[in-house]
């Protein structure tokens, strides 16, 4: 599993990965996109934040606690 900072958001390719990258993203958690956001709808992921107009990120805390929840 890739390092995670203390503190901070992440955007979702850093959470659900991606092989297309260069280099490649591992996944912390590997679900689909459409899988993410159905379990952000359902309550199963943690909301994001919206930090601009275009951009989504989630805090690395609660990544932090889904990945411990899930294990």
Do not use: H
Request: charged fraction near 25%.
């Amino acid at each position: 599993m890739a390092e995670l900072p203390e503190t901070g958001f992440l955007r979702l390719p850093q959470i659900i990965g991606n092989a297309r990258a260069k280099p490649p993203i591992p996944a912390l958690i590997p679900v689909s996109r459409s899988t993410w956001w159905a379990g952000v709808t359902t309550g199963r992921y943690p909301k994001p934040i919206k930090l601009g107009p275009r951009i989504t990120a989630w805090r690395v805390q609660d990544i932090r606690e889904l990945i411990e929840r899930c294990a």
